[in-house]
């Protein structure tokens, strides 16, 4: 895997890519997944909770495309590295390191 990203740009959200910005996830679209979550516990029936789901999406794809610009290489490494070692964390924490430190948790 080279790259988080496909040709024109747009995220691809495999499990490598959204397991390495799984902290990012958290706290930028947490108002989205709260949400979410709210509509699921209080209505059982899914159609009632599609515009939240896409609100989710809407969220998680505009960080990942952010991420991929403000810190491309960092990104990759890291998610080659994930993609690599099938999401072990441990296996991958100077990538992550170098990843957290040009793109910061805000």
Do not use: W
């Not at 706290?27 to 709260?34: A, G, I, S, T």
């Amino acid at each position: 895997m080279s790259s988080a990203v496909d040709a024109s740009g747009n995220p691809i959200p495999t499990s490598a890519v959204l397991t390495a910005s799984a902290k990012h996830i958290g706290l930028r679209c947490m108002p989205e997944n709260v949400a979410f979550l709210k509509c699921k516990k209080n209505d059982p029936n899914p159609e009632k909770c599609l515009d939240k789901g896409r609100d989710v999406t809407r969220c998680v794809i505009g960080l990942l495309k952010d991420l991929h610009q403000k810190c491309q290489r960092e990104m990759d490494d890291y998610v080659g590295c994930m993609y690599y070692y099938t999401n072990e964390f441990d296996l991958c924490r100077k990538e992550q390191e170098a990843f957290e430190k040009v793109c910061p948790l805000k």
